[in-house]
């Protein structure tokens, strides 16, 4: 087999052909992924610590790794985003801790004043000693509520319930309503006594 140099050139410009199409493609992606304002935040902050006060109060406290400010753009919602997950403090106003929220992926719907939790959302009543355990949970700010549609488990003092379509309650996770529920609880006979 004889080496031809003219047949080696064209391997090679082929080749470098490929590789500018393969590169400017890659770059088109970049620059689209750029000019698309809901990939890009406006601002990014790592160690976060939220407060939120109502009347002079500190209602919560909010902790997370890392924060992203998308702002508002053409159709899209200005939010909030939290990808590596936030713990929720929730407080009385004497500044005691009446409940916490922990989720593994968190979102806050700034117009609407409505966060969305995901990934393992667990959440805490400390003066009543419940907890659920759930994968999907909204708090809506305004209306001081939390709700899921999906799933849940509540453990109390008195057993644990299931709740196969979800859960409504208020924000401090104090009164609340399962939804296709199930479970076992420890209940008190009422003994009488006969003479």
Known sequence: MKFNVATAIRVILVIVGLALFFSC?????KVNKLN???SMPAAHATQV??????SMFVRVKIVSPELKEFPVADSLEPKTEFPQGLVATFYDKRMQVESTLVAGYAIYHTRRKLFEASKNVVIKNLTQDQELHTNMLWWDESASKIWSDQAVTIITASGTTYG???????QNFTKYSILSSHGQMKVKDKVTETK
């Open 25 to 29: 493609r890659s770059d088109i992606e």
């Open 49 to 54: 610590e939220i407060i939120i006060s109502d």
């Open 164 to 170: 196969d379509s979800g859960f409504e309650s208020d």
């Open 36 to 38: 698309n304002p809901d």
